[in-house]
């Protein structure tokens, strides 16, 4: 509220200053014009200051309400980052989250083709590491497209996506030649190697 107050009393100084700069400046001329002023020309003086004036103060209004709206995304962004963490951190997720963790563990120093044996045998940890690397590519479309906050979610999962990452590229390319379809987890795969990076 006390933003708001400061705001519009300071636009409505700049009003009030418009004012009087084109009203001094109508005495000036009118003090020293060499002939009588025409009624035309001190409109015209007027005019002008008037406008400089709405001039400034719409330049005024709209960079006050660039900055609000600036902060305002900033403040979206981070509200749906947290509701993405959170969302990680439900029941249903964490649940999925667990059998990641330990079939991330399992699969730790095993090829290629031992990790998809493992897969083919396991629906549970198949639909798990499915389950979290969708989750994982809702999130990086997310942060690519701005609706998020990089930075808080980096922070956040910035270890876990690279390990999610390691483990599960063999997973991805595996999809990626059963589907057809070369760009499933393209987001995630971008947003982990980008991270890694720096």
């Known amino acids: ?17 418009g004012l009087i700069i084109t009203t001094a400046v109508v005495a000036v001329y009118l003090r020293w014009a060499d002939s009588i002023p025409q009624i035309k020309e001190v409109m015209a003086i007027s005019a002008g200051g008037l406008a400089l004036t709405g001039l400034l103060y719409n ?11 600036g902060q305002k995304l900033i403040n979206d962004q981070r509200a749906f980052s947290a509701s993405l963490i959170a969302e990680w951190h ?3 997720m964490s649940k999925l989250t667990i059998r990641g963790a330990k079939l991330r563990m399992g699969i730790k120093n095993l090829k290629g083709q031992e990790v998809l044996e493992i897969l083919r045998n396991d629906e549970d940890a198949h639909s798990a590491m499915v389950a979290i690397l969708n989750y994982f590519e809702k999130l990086a479309i997310c ?23 390691n483990a599960s590229m063999i997973l991805i390319e595996y999809k990626r030649v059963e589907l057809e379809d070369q760009k499933i987890c393209i987001f995630f795969q971008n947003l982990a190697e980008r991270w890694a990076k720096n």
Do not use: C, W
């Open 1 to 17: 509220m006390d933003k708001f107050k400061v705001r519009f009393e300071i636009k409505y100084v700049a009003l009030i200053f």
């Open 59 to 69: 330049a005024m209004s709209l960079h006050s309400n660039l900055k609000i709206s």
């Open 90 to 92: 439900t029941p249903q």
């Open 143 to 165: 942060i690519e497209n701005g609706v998020a906050d990089e930075q808080l979610l980096r922070d956040f999962f910035g270890g876990i996506i690279r390990g999610y990452h």
